[in-house]
């Protein structure tokens, strides 16, 4: 069965330390790994990983895919207030046609003045 | 250009009952998704729906259904509601949903419509 896992479940942080949120995954048929920010309701696309190795950046944000291991981590530095949110890692698969994300069960991040 | 919309944002309803919940996509995209999103359960696929074509379903009873139509706007439907179908309701589109993934091909999620059952 295909299985994604973050962790930690939720972290309390002051702003201006630096976070790493892990997405761990068990698929078949990897195509892309995707790490989207929940703030109050719609989930909102920070990266798309499909390489391993190479890090994507934006901002304070950044994030890297391990294929071989089979995880992906995402940095965020610097943090501040507006960073609270709950994070979710997707996994796309190669399927016979479409796309269906399986989510992790994310984790929520509560940045303290 | 407008995002992915969804109505109704709320809604309550007793058991046994049915819901339709709306989502218009953003303008040009052609694949539809839902997702249900609870505390226990987090984020599950429900179906996906391509040119008014379910391309995928996930786990979910027959009484959770879908349909697309031509102008890409998608309707799910719930029967015979349980107290356990209290959730949001998380719509996302995308153009197409084939080729290479591209950061410009990824879902984009609606606001979602929040379901409470009594």
């Known amino acids: 069965e295909d299985k994604v896992v973050q962790s930690p479940l939720s972290l309390v942080v002051h702003e201006g330390d630096t976070v790493t949120l892990n997405c761990s995954y068990e698929?078949?048929?990897?195509?892309?790994l995707l790490w989207y920010k929940q703030e109050k309701k719609a989930p909102t696309f920070l990266f798309m990983l499909?390489?391993?190795?190479i890090e994507k950046k934006s901002g304070r944000l950044s994030s890297i895919l391990d294929k071989k291991e089979l995880f992906s981590i995402l940095n965020i530095t610097a943090t501040q207030t507006g960073d609270s949110a709950v994070y979710l890692c997707?996994?796309?698969?190669?399927?016979?046609?479409?796309?269906?994300?399986?989510f992790g069960g994310g984790t929520r991040v509560l940045v303290k003045p | 250009k407008a995002g992915v919309t969804q109505t109704p944002r709320y809604l309550i309803k007793t058991r046994g009952q049915q819901v339709t919940l709306s989502c218009s996509p953003i303008?040009?995209?052609?694949?539809v998704s839902w997702y249900q999103q609870t505390p226990g359960q987090g984020l599950q696929f429900l179906f996906e729906?391509?040119?008014?074509?379910?391309?995928n379903k996930g786990n979910f009873p027959g009484r959770f259904s879908g349909r697309q139509f031509s102008n890409s706007r998608s309707e799910m439907n719930v029967s015979t509601l349980e107290l356990g179908d209290s959730a949001l309701y998380l719509c996302?589109?995308?153009?197409?949903?084939?080729?290479?993934?591209?950061?410009?091909?990824?879902?984009?999620f609606g606001a979602g419509s929040r379901l409470t059952v009594l």
């Open positions: 698929v078949t048929n990897f195509r892309s």
């Open positions: 997707a996994v796309d698969m190669i399927k016979a046609a479409g796309n269906k994300l399986t």
């Open positions: 996302a589109s995308r153009s197409s949903g084939a080729g290479r993934p591209s950061g410009a091909n990824v879902l984009t």
């Open positions: 729906y391509f040119s008014e074509t379910q391309r």
């Open positions: 303008s040009g995209h052609r694949s």
């Open positions: 499909t390489s391993s190795g």
